[in-house]
């Protein structure tokens, strides 16, 4: 699970058929069907990053992606929540962030062994928390058109933004993001335990808030962007 989630972090297009054939090149031998079971059990499929995370509910409302041709210029203009999948040496576990489009400075997240939408509302209510945003983007998956996720947005004054089905790039920072942390702290370690995961995710994310400056920030880092100051005056 963990080889298939590297290649296709590296190719979202790729399906079950050629994640078999990169795995056969890499000495796993296995079957197309086996690849397929175990990328339904991570939720990924091809195109669609994560059919399971972003499976929507048709009972909810569906709200229009409003990102599109808008020029994103200042912090907590644009909030965006996703989720991904997290290997550990046994099992997995689900990450949800919210990022601010912006400075790509990462406001909250959460970590959980099920996608119910608790903890994408915890997460949600601790970005609130600092500040509210003028749009907050998500995908369609019924953790994001809940009622327990939409209401708070919308009470908070934010307009709510959705990607269009099917479209892995509407969140693009988000999906940035996550492969930096998986690339430079998942695929190093092989978390023998959900407490293990947090902990070691947490110091990286403090360490990409912080400490690693960005090339599409002009060298900064994002809490420098965010915040308007330099790290060290905040550290």
Known sequence: MKMIDEIFMDRPYFGARRIRESLKRAGKQVTRKRVRRLMKLMGIEAVYRKPRTSKANPEHKVFPYLLKGLKIERPNQVFAADITYIPMAKGFVYLVAVIDWNSRYILSWRL???????????????????????????????????????????????????????????????????????????????????????????????????QRPHQALDYRTPAEVHFGIKQEAIA
């Open 112 to 210: 959980s062994n099920s996608l119910e939408t608790g903890f994408c509302k915890e997460a949600l209510e601790d970005a609130l928390a600092q500040a509210t945003p003028e749009i907050f983007n998500t995908d369609q998956g019924s953790q994001f058109t809940s009622d327990d996720f939409v209401k708070p947005v919308l009470a908070s004054g934010a307009e709510m933004s959705m990607d269009g089905k099917g479209r892995y790039l509407d969140n693009i920072f988000v999906e940035r993001f996550w492969r930096s942390l998986k690339y430079e702290e998942v695929y190093l370690h092989a978390y023998e335990s959900t407490k293990q995961a947090r902990e070691s995710i947490a110091r990286w994310i403090n360490f990409y808030n912080h």
